[in-house]
Structure formats: structure tokens, C-alpha cells
């Protein structure tokens, strides 16, 4: 993946949240920082405006307080795998559209994470083009 380069971020790994308010409603959750805030910059680049989790319970809390129209989730996640959190997000936000993206290649769970209704399914390393395409894509299929 190419890096984009940006001002100097402040990540706080402990925090409820890195990152700003989402007036696209586009959150990035993985659980390895240094990926997050690659995928921010990157979303940033491209002219969205992304939160960014790296803990799947505070991901789905936010859903209490702010709406979620397009999900990144990794797969594999110390707390709670991706779909897990595919499952919660169909129950509480029925609407997000749900973007994968992994570093293991598993026919099994790209499948389940499909037909369970994620719009896409990425593994790593993918180009960071295919990733706002699809991000784009994703966020003009939600309904307004």
C-alpha cells in the first residue's frame, strides 16, 4: 500500500476514538494503529472525512450517538473478529454497508462475511485505489 504523507497525527490507542467527527459517516475499524492511520490518510486524500476505532466495542457504542453509512472492518481482531462485529451492525445499523479487508486469505470467511451481506471483501496487500473506489461505491448505495 502506498503511503500518503500528511501532517503529523496524534493517535491515542486508548481512546474512545482517533480521529474527527464524520460528516460522511465512514468509520475505519482495525485494531493495528499504524494501519488505521494509513487508511485514514489515505480516505482523508481522497476528500472523505473518516473516524477511525481500533477497538470493536467502542465502534459499535458510537453506534448509539452517530450513524455509521459505510463500515471498514478489518477481519481478524484481538477483542472481537469482524464478524462478529458484521452481525451487531446488521442488528443495530441495518443500513452501514460493510467493507473487509484482511492480511489472511480464507475462502470460508470471505464467504460468510458475503453472504451475511458485507458489499466487499478485500484482502491485503490491495491497491489503495480499489479501496476508495469501493468506499465511494459503498456510500452512494446507502440509501439517504
Excluded at 85 to 112: H, K
Excluded at 118 to 124: D, G, N, P, V, W
Amino acid at each position: 500500500m502506498a503511503l500518503i504523507h500528511s501532517r503529523k497525527e496524534k493517535v491515542h490507542a486508548l481512546g474512545p476514538r482517533i480521529g474527527g467527527q464524520s460528516r460522511d459517516g465512514i468509520w475505519l475499524l482495525d485494531d493495528d494503529i499504524s494501519m488505521l492511520k494509513a487508511f485514514g490518510r489515505l480516505m482523508n486524500s481522497a476528500g472523505f472525512i473518516v473516524e477511525k476505532f481500533n477497538d470493536p466495542a467502542t465502534f459499535l457504542a458510537k453506534l448509539q450517538h452517530a450513524p455509521c453509512r459505510v463500515a471498514v472492518l478489518d477481519v481478524w481482531m484481538p477483542q472481537m473478529n469482524g464478524l462478529e462485529v458484521q452481525a451487531r451492525l446488521r442488528q443495530e445499523s441495518p443500513g452501514t454497508r460493510i467493507i473487509f479487508m484482511t492480511g489472511r486469505e480464507d475462502p470460508s470467511v470471505r464467504q460468510t462475511a458475503l453472504d451475511a451481506g458485507a458489499f466487499a471483501f478485500l484482502t491485503k496487500p490491495f491497491d489503495d485505489e480499489n479501496l476508495v473506489r469501493l468506499v465511494q461505491e459503498a456510500e452512494e448505495a446507502v440509501a439517504p
